[in-house]
């Protein structure tokens, strides 16, 4: 509660010195959407697009313990994993999206069991979720927007299905396996829901004798016909070519992502790439038990990629919260924002257009637990 306390009085301080005591009216741009898992809010941030400013717009709370997020395909809908709800262990929440970014509850499905990972099909007719406990991934019905119980497919992996996420054609669908160092590939059969194993049915990670292994997240680029994963073992990058006719995986190249000469523990989480498809980006997690006081030492690292050949070199390194297990992109590609999972709070930075290096803005007090980021844009 005291740390609730804290967070409802920053937050309204924010709100109060951003817009002078008055309610001013924001014009269109871009919106920051952060989701606490201990408050069980969603806070969505106004974003200036000259400053990276954010300002507070609004706080929805949720009916259970938030996970993941993830829009529709025309983005006039949320949806929210959710844990420890008043009908269901685990379920996924629809919010109805309005023209100016604010959300309301359409409803609430109970979905097998909780998941770290969410996403839609192109057409938004299907939701799809990675199991990490049970190691399985699920699918669910979308009717006119809102996401129903009704569970179209229901395939077994392995333990530690960490993400899942789909190729630009919308045919394919990727879902990386920490441990057992695989990436798990399925054909989407159209809007049945149903997935098809490939043959074969995972691609393998980086030799487990390599420090960077077990894939965690998927990205795929957005012009080149490859994909990258984040690996979580000792933090490190993966590129893989994609065969867009099969959908099957190659793993071509592996990088660490850790600072030169850091040699304590690290887990990498989250990868995303500019839109422009320039950079990448991989948050590293300090994991060391260290004294009180200690600062700890978690990062994001800045991957350049060829245009032409896919080719990655890092080219940075950058100061960020502790356990950056999830951060974003704004839609121009201009601005990237990380959650800090256990300091509570937001980090924003300027992303340097020629080189890929992170300027940092500044950095937001957040709700307890800021499980998940992402931006989207309003009229």
Not at 1 to 12: E, H, I, T
Not at 210 to 221: F, N, S
Not at 309 to 333: A, E, L, N, Q, W
Not at 353 to 359: F, S
């Amino acid at each position: 509660m005291q740390c609730m306390n804290r967070w409802a009085v920053g937050w309204s301080l924010l709100w109060v010195l951003s817009m002078g005591g008055r309610v001013v009216p924001v014009d269109a741009g871009q919106l920051v959407y952060l989701a606490t898992s201990e408050d069980k809010q969603i806070t969505a941030f106004d974003l200036d697009p000259d400053s990276g400013k954010l300002v507070p717009r609004f706080r929805l709370e949720t009916p259970g313990n938030l996970g993941p997020l993830c829009f529709s395909p025309d983005t006039s809908y949320v949806y929210a994993a959710l844990t420890g709800t008043p009908d269901a262990a685990a379920a996924v929440a629809t919010l109805a999206r309005a023209a100016d970014g604010s959300l309301q509850l359409a409803g609430t499905a109970a979905i097998t069991g909780r998941t770290p990972y969410i996403r839609t099909n192109k057409s938004g007719t299907i939701l799809l979720a990675a199991h990490y406990g049970t190691g399985e991934v699920t699918v669910y019905r979308i009717r006119k927007g809102i996401c129903t119980a009704e569970l179209l497919d229901r395939q077994k992996t392995e333990r530690e299905a960490h993400c899942i996420e789909i190729d630009p054609s919308g045919r394919f669908v990727y879902v990386p396996h920490t441990e057992p160092n695989k990436v798990y590939q399925f054909r989407l059969l159209g809007d049945s829901g149903k997935l098809q194993p490939l043959d074969p049915p995972f691609a393998p990670g980086p030799d487990p004798d390599h420090r960077y292994h077990e894939p965690r997240h998927y990205a795929h680029h957005p012009t080149l016909a490859m994909g990258f994963t984040s690996n979580e073992n000792g933090g490190g990058i993966s590129s893989w070519k994609w065969d867009a006719q099969s959908g099957k995986l190659t793993r071509v190249q592996t990088l660490g992502t850790l600072p030169p000469g850091y040699r304590e523990g690290s887990a990498a989480a989250d990868i995303r790439i500019t839109p422009n498809g320039r950079f990448a980006y991989v948050s590293n997690r300090d994991t060391e038990k260290r004294p009180a006081g200690s600062a700890f030492q978690d990062t994001l690292a800045a991957v350049a990629i060829d245009g032409k050949t896919g080719t990655m070199k890092i080219v940075g390194h950058y100061p960020t919260g502790h356990f950056p297990r999830s951060f974003c992109i704004d839609v121009t590609g201009h601005y990237l924002f990380a959650a800090g999972q256990l300091s509570n709070d937001l980090f924003t930075y300027r992303i340097d257009q020629k080189t890929g290096a992170l300027v940092h803005l500044a950095t937001y007090q957040t709700g307890g637990v800021p499980i998940w980021v992402m931006c989207g844009s309003v009229k």
